[in-house]
């Protein structure tokens, strides 16, 4: 017979969960700063009068799945069909707030929004990297 105490079951549980428990926080925190890294700034003076939006300087983001996002003053706002689907879950607000309608349709009654397709395509290419 051994000489060393053997190990309770329960004690060797909590022994092999702390590895497992170190592993997730480390991975979370990679997601965290790479959900933070994958963003970028776009402005007014990038886009001139087809800038479209109210505010002068927006950040892009896009996590997987593709829920692209813009964000203006510290405020969210869901980009795409499937950021607005989870918007309210996460505290988004709407894309609408700070979206310009066409300048030749202000005033009309009539809401035609500016094209905000390159910024998808930008927030897209921030989801593939």
């Known amino acids: 017979m051994s000489s060393e105490k053997q190990k309770e079951p329960n004690e060797m549980a909590f022994i092999s969960s702390k590895p497992l428990a170190a592993l997730i926080l480390i991975a979370a925190a990679?997601?965290?700063?790479?959900?933070?890294?994958?963003?970028?700034?776009?402005?007014?003076a990038e886009y001139g009068e087809k800038w479209p939006f109210t505010v002068t300087q927006v950040e892009l983001a896009c996590e997987?799945?593709?829920?692209?996002?813009?964000?203006?003053?510290?405020?969210?706002?869901?980009?795409?069909?499937?950021?607005?689907?989870?918007?309210?879950?996460?505290?988004?607000?709407q894309l609408e707030e700070i979206w310009r309608i066409e300048p030749e349709?202000?005033?009309?009654?009539?809401?035609?929004?500016?094209?905000?397709?390159?910024?998808?395509?930008?927030?897209?290419?921030?989801?593939?990297?």
Do not use: F
């Open 30 to 44: 990679i997601r965290v700063a790479q959900a933070s890294a994958d963003t970028v700034t776009v402005n007014k």
């Open 105 to 129: 349709y202000e005033g009309t009654g009539t809401v035609i929004r500016m094209d905000i397709s390159d910024l998808n395509e930008r927030a897209v290419e921030l989801c593939t990297k």
């Open 64 to 93: 997987i799945p593709p829920l692209m996002t813009v964000t203006a003053n510290g405020k969210t706002y869901a980009l795409n069909g499937s950021a607005r689907s989870h918007a309210k879950e996460h505290g988004w607000a």
